[in-house]
């Protein structure tokens, strides 16, 4: 096995002993096969956690360039230790902070926005985004089956917006054989 794999497999054993909500093997190739099917090399993650989907992503695709932004400050020092452990420090970056003071910052233009963060948030975090994306970006929404009610604005947005094809990735949660979640995956249709 690789470093990138060795840090992953680490990374699963915690999160599925301390139900730690990392997005797992299972939603993780699910993503995986997002970026292959688009290719998608400029990348923006929105909640690190520990950086398992960020390293996930750079392993994926070797020329993914990643931007994971990680407001919790001890998480984003683990994540920068398990990017480091990984060996994929060259391609990931990561920032702490709060995203939705840092996205307006950014001019940088990317294919994909990962969103695994305050689900409260999500709305707010892609509006502010939408500067950055261009016609063919990818917005992946996590946990939007579990938190649907939370997510209820976010999910009328994508869908019936006309600023996106958006669709529904049913899933299980990870690390649990009985409880669905899923993933929206919604598709710019034009630019601004």
Known sequence: MD?????????????????????????????????????????????????????????????????????????????????EKAGL????????????????????????????AAKDQYLKYLQSAEKNLKKGSVIVADNVGIFEKELKTYLMYVRESGKYQSETIKVLLEYHDDVYDAMEVSVKLHKD
Do not use: C
Request: aromatic share 6%; no cysteine; net charge neutral.
């Open 3 to 83: 470093k990138a794999s060795d840090v992953l497999k680490s990374i699963e054993k915690i999160a599925e002993k301390r139900f730690i909500p990392s997005i797992g093997p299972v939603k993780g190739k699910i993503l995986a096969e997002i970026i292959k099917k688009h290719k998608l090399n400029h990348i923006f993650e929105i909640g690190s956690l520990y950086g398992y989907s960020a390293i996930l992503m750079a392993k994926e695709d070797k020329n993914a360039h990643i931007t994971t932004i990680e407001i919790d400050k001890q998480n984003a020092t683990i994540t920068q230790e398990n990017i």
């Open 89 to 116: 420090s060259n391609r990931i970056k990561v920032v702490q902070g709060d995203a939705v003071k840092i996205i307006p910052e950014i001019s940088d233009s990317f294919d994909l926005l990962f969103l695994d």
